[in-house]
């Protein structure tokens, strides 16, 4: 009876695997433990809080190929777990949740869960996923016959002396790089370093690392010790939790248009963390600063088209400008930035070839430089994955357009086709819409180029930035002049005075809130060397960012976010859209001050000193 057992067993796994094409291990778990959230977990909570902190931080991690990780939670109530498997899933199961969230409340659980789940992506971003992780996995739930299933099916070979070490490398190193995506993805990793308690009861990362799957055993070779890890995670948490403020500073002085302290910022952010996001943004500052030149020195170029682009904020987006035609290229400056966003853009592609934020990046700045086949093939990769993906038909059309014109071919009935496809796919996209109205115009088509002139001028999504007042004053002959709104912008928080010495600040919250980097030499073309100290104030949801010790911005996040339509609506439009993967930055420049928008709701408020954006 127990090898007919074995054998049925046998059989409808390897059945099971045939119909997956023997590799679908995600399939497998489903197929034998069961889908917790769609059977027993369908009004648990916490299996939707796992998924929202999965998808925000999976938005962080470097990805190897063009797999999209899954989060798959198994009915499996024993002993709480996290998988990474070869096909780009990741397991775990309610004890899981259970370790997270039970007895901490959400905020704490969601810091938790991030980190687990990061340090699983991290296994998959470096291909870390070995096939004896899965059958110690069985082994230590105590089912020797999938065990021997497992050994079977997945051909487990090699020494476990001589793979021991390589092991343990592998689970310190996805310890750092979880940490980094839990803290990128807005993850407050404090909470974790100090969650002991006074009798260590609440000492979750040595539960953790004690409860995880072949640790749970004393003397496994296959992972450190369980005091050791909880030990090195401790510390690494906190040295991710020094530096991503790095980071965080960066988004906020690139948001504001400070790009060469922002690209200083990033640049050492990337020194012990070089992950896409900041190879990604640090492409967005140099392309942001040959923009800055574009539009000073050659105001026709810059004016042409609207690109799509981005900047991530822990996946935050923001859409940018235009390419030219002229000579632009022979300028010094502009070609080195341009070069430099180029390269950093490929480099952030190479840590996630699924990733659309990076190619848009890409695009934008090959055209720019006049390489269009690439940046219609960067589109082309995202188009292969996300076809009705607006902002890469945006930036296809464009480089198809000056691909005709290089190869002396008319290309824009097609490129005029493909952005009226993405209008109709999103009749807010302000970029298409301007672009729309600039090709009819180039074929003198003046009657079809109003049309679009004025839906974009019409449009409330539509920032009152230098290309809305350009199509302004194209179309009525007179210069744009934003309705007088006497409405001021909410108030500095109580204490703080942008402008003002930090010393202040720093004498009443004290030292242990202080962060102090030491940025300088961003890879400039001048060869010019020059410093700047970046101090960061963080206390009670209030960030200070000061600049040698004068405070230039301020961030509150919002303990109960407001609807953002009642603030607008008060407010007008912003003067600058910045756009993140769940939502959108609102930038006012006129009354220095931003809203952060997810959901339709303001969860966060930025105050700015000064102004250089564009």
Same mark, same amino acid.
């Given at each position: 009876?127990?090898?007919?057992?074995?054998? =049925?067993?046998?059989?409808?796994?390897?059945?099971?695997?045939? *119909?997956?094409?023997?590799?679908?291990?995600?399939?497998?778990?489903?197929?034998?433990?069961?889908?917790?959230?769609?059977?027993?977990?369908?009004?648990?909570?916490?299996?939707?809080? @796992? !998924?929202?902190?999965?998808?925000?931080?999976?938005?962080?991690?470097?990805?190897?190929?063009?797999?999209?990780?899954? +989060?798959?939670?198994?009915?499996?109530?024993?002993?709480?777990?996290?998988?990474?498997?070869?096909?780009?899933?990741?397991?775990?199961?309610?004890?899981?949740?259970?370790?997270?969230?039970?007895?901490?409340?959400? @905020?704490?659980?969601?810091?938790?869960?991030?980190?687990?789940?990061?340090?699983?992506?991290?296994?998959?971003?470096?291909?870390?996923?070995?096939?004896?992780?899965?059958?110690?996995?069985?082994?230590?739930?105590?089912?020797?016959?999938?065990?021997?299933? $497992?050994?079977?099916?997945?051909?487990?070979?090699?020494?476990?002396?001589?793979?021991?070490? &390589?092991?343990?490398? #592998?689970?310190?190193?996805? &310890?750092?790089?979880?940490?980094?995506?839990?803290?990128?993805?807005?993850?407050?990793?404090? $909470?974790?370093?100090?969650?002991?308690?006074?009798?260590?009861?609440?000492?979750?990362?040595?539960?953790?690392?004690? #409860?995880?799957?072949?640790?749970?055993?004393?003397?496994?070779?296959?992972?450190?010790?369980?005091?050791?890890?909880?030990?090195?995670?401790?510390?690494? +948490?906190?040295?991710?939790?020094?530096?991503?403020?790095?980071?965080?500073?960066?988004?906020?002085?690139?948001?504001?248009?400070?790009?060469?302290?922002?690209?200083?910022?990033?640049?050492?952010?990337?020194?012990?963390?070089?992950?896409?996001?900041?190879?990604?943004?640090?492409?967005?500052?140099?392309?942001?600063?040959?923009?800055?030149?574009?539009?000073?020195?050659?105001?026709?170029?810059?004016?042409?088209?609207?690109?799509?682009?981005?900047? &991530?904020?822990?996946?935050?987006?923001?859409?940018?400008?235009?390419?030219?035609?002229?000579?632009? =290229?022979?300028?010094?400056?502009?070609?080195?930035?341009? @070069?430099?966003?180029?390269?950093? /853009?490929?480099?952030?592609?190479?840590?996630?070839?699924?990733?659309?934020?990076?190619?848009?990046?890409?695009?934008?700045?090959?055209?720019?430089?006049?390489?269009?086949?690439?940046?219609?093939?960067?589109?082309?990769?995202?188009?292969?994955?996300?076809?009705?993906?607006?902002?890469?038909?945006?930036? #296809?059309?464009?480089?198809?357009?000056?691909?005709?014109?290089?190869? &002396?071919?008319? /290309?824009?009935?097609?490129?005029?086709?493909?952005?009226?496809?993405?209008?109709?796919?999103?009749?807010?996209?302000?970029? *298409?819409?301007?672009?729309?109205?600039?090709?009819?115009?180039?074929?003198?088509?003046?009657?079809?180029?109003? #049309?679009?002139?004025?839906?974009?001028?019409? $449009?409330?999504?539509?920032?009152?930035?230098?290309?809305?007042?350009?199509?302004?004053?194209?179309?009525?002959? !007179?210069?744009?002049?934003?309705?007088?709104?006497?409405?001021?912008?909410?108030?500095?928080?109580?204490?703080?005075?942008?402008?003002?010495?930090?010393?202040?600040? !720093?004498?009443?919250?004290?030292? *242990?809130?202080?962060?102090?980097?030491?940025?300088?030499?961003?890879?400039?073309? @001048?060869?010019?060397?020059?410093?700047?100290?970046?101090?960061?104030?963080?206390?009670?949801?209030?960030?200070?960012?000061?600049?040698?010790?004068?405070?230039?911005?301020?961030?509150?996040?919002?303990?109960?976010?407001?609807?953002?339509?009642?603030?607008?609506?008060?407010?007008?439009?912003?003067?600058?859209?910045?756009?993140?993967?769940?939502?959108?930055?609102?930038?006012?420049?006129?009354?220095? /001050?931003?809203?952060?928008?997810?959901?339709?709701?303001?969860?966060?408020?930025?105050? /700015?000193?000064?102004?250089?954006?564009?």
């Amino acid at each position: 009876m127990k090898y007919l057992i074995l054998f =049925l067993l046998i059989l409808a796994f390897c059945s099971f695997s045939q *119909t997956n094409k023997g590799s679908n291990n995600i399939g497998w778990w489903v197929y034998y433990f069961g889908d917790y959230p769609q059977t027993d977990g369908k009004t648990d909570p916490r299996a939707e809080w @796992t !998924k929202e902190v999965f998808e925000r931080v999976k938005s962080v991690a470097d990805r190897v190929d063009a797999r999209d990780p899954q +989060l798959v939670i198994i009915k499996d109530k024993r002993v709480g777990y996290a998988l990474a498997l070869p096909d780009g899933g990741i397991i775990i199961n309610p004890s899981t949740l259970s370790d997270c969230y039970d007895g901490s409340g959400r @905020t704490l659980g969601d810091s938790r869960m991030a980190f687990i789940l990061g340090h699983e992506l991290a296994h998959l971003s470096n291909r870390d996923y070995t096939q004896q992780e899965a059958f110690a996995a069985m082994e230590s739930l105590g089912d020797k016959t999938i065990d021997k299933i $497992l050994k079977q099916e997945l051909n487990v070979r090699g020494d476990e002396k001589s793979r021991s070490e &390589d092991s343990k490398k #592998k689970e310190i190193m996805a &310890d750092a790089q979880g940490a980094v995506y839990a803290a990128m993805s807005g993850f407050d990793l404090n $909470l974790l370093i100090g969650d002991q308690g006074e009798n260590k009861k609440e000492n979750f990362l040595q539960q953790w690392a004690g #409860k995880s799957l072949g640790q749970s055993r004393s003397g496994d070779p296959r992972h450190p010790s369980m005091q050791s890890r909880a030990q090195l995670i401790r510390a690494q +948490l906190a040295a991710v939790a020094r530096q991503v403020e790095l980071f965080k500073a960066g988004v906020l002085l690139f948001q504001v248009g400070s790009f060469h302290d922002a690209a200083a910022a990033f640049i050492e952010f990337s020194k012990p963390y070089p992950s896409r996001e900041v190879f990604n943004n640090i492409g967005a500052c140099y392309l942001h600063l040959t923009l800055d030149l574009l539009h000073l020195k050659y105001t026709d170029d810059y004016y042409r088209f609207r690109l799509s682009s981005s900047i &991530d904020y822990s996946t935050t987006s923001e859409r940018i400008h235009p390419r030219g035609s002229d000579n632009y =290229l022979k300028d010094k400056d502009i070609l080195f930035y341009i @070069t430099k966003a180029e390269e950093y /853009f490929k480099l952030a592609v190479s840590r996630d070839p699924s990733g659309s934020s990076s190619r848009y990046n890409l695009a934008a700045a090959s055209i720019l430089k006049k390489e269009y086949a690439q940046a219609m093939w960067a589109c082309d990769e995202i188009l292969k994955h996300s076809p009705q993906d607006v902002d890469a038909l945006n930036n #296809k059309a464009v480089a198809f357009y000056y691909y005709g014109k290089k190869e &002396d071919l008319d /290309f824009t009935q097609k490129a005029i086709k493909t952005l009226e496809d993405a209008l109709r796919l999103k009749p807010s996209s302000y970029e *298409t819409l301007y672009n729309l109205a600039a090709l009819k115009n180039s074929l003198n088509r003046v009657s079809g180029a109003k #049309k679009y002139w004025e839906k974009y001028l019409d $449009l409330a999504t539509a920032p009152r930035d230098n290309f809305y007042a350009y199509v302004y004053k194209h179309l009525y002959g !007179k210069n744009y002049s934003k309705p007088i709104n006497n409405v001021p912008a909410p108030q500095v928080p109580s204490g703080i005075k942008l402008g003002d010495d930090l010393a202040g600040i !720093k004498k009443k919250w004290g030292k *242990t809130h202080l962060k102090i980097y030491k940025l300088g030499n961003m890879e400039s073309n @001048t060869g010019n060397s020059w410093a700047i100290d970046l101090q960061v104030l963080v206390k009670d949801h209030i960030r200070v960012i000061a600049l040698d010790g004068f405070v230039e911005i301020v961030e509150k996040e919002s303990v109960s976010p407001g609807d953002v339509k009642s603030i607008t609506s008060k407010l007008g439009p912003p003067t600058k859209m910045v756009r993140h993967g769940m939502g959108s930055f609102w930038v006012y420049k006129e009354k220095g /001050f931003s809203i952060k928008v997810v959901n339709g709701k303001a969860v966060s408020y930025t105050w /700015f000193a000064g102004n250089s954006s564009k």
